[in-house]
C-alpha cells in the first residue's frame, strides 16, 4: 500500500461519490484509495506530515505480504493498468518488504 493510510478521515461524500470498499479479502483499502486517486488526482490528498500514533506490524496483509501484493496487482489491472507494469511493480514491492524483513 502506497498511501500512508494508518490514520486517515474520508468526508463522508466521497463514499457516496465512489462507493464502499470492495468486498476483498487482502487490498480492499488498496482497491478503494486507487478509485479515489483516478478520480481526483494527488491533489485530492492532504498529507500532515506529523505523528499521529503508531501501529504494530502482524496484520493479515503484513504476515501475508505476497498474496497481499498479488491482490494490489489484480485491483490495478483491473483499473486498466498495464498487466506487465503491474506484475513488474508488485515484484519491486515483494523483493522490498522482503530485504525490509531481513535487515530486522
Not at 40 to 53: K, P, S, T
Not at 56 to 85: C, K, M, W
Request: with cysteine.
Amino acid at each position: 500500500m502506497h498511501v500512508p493510510h494508518n490514520w486517515c478521515a474520508v468526508p463522508v461524500q466521497h463514499f457516496a461519490d465512489l462507493g464502499p470498499h470492495a468486498l476483498l479479502a487482502l487490498a480492499m483499502d488498496f482497491d478503494w484509495f486507487h478509485r479515489y486517486f483516478l478520480k481526483y488526482g494527488a491533489a485530492g490528498f492532504i498529507v500532515i506530515d506529523e505523528c499521529l500514533g503508531d501501529y504494530h506490524l502482524g496484520g493479515t496483509s503484513d504476515i501475508h505480504f505476497a498474496q497481499s501484493y498479488r491482490a494490489s496487482e489484480q485491483v490495478v489491472v483491473a483499473h486498466g493498468v498495464n498487466p506487465l507494469a503491474a506484475r513488474l511493480m508488485r515484484w519491486a514491492y515483494t523483493l522490498n518488504h522482503a530485504l525490509r524483513r531481513l535487515a530486522r
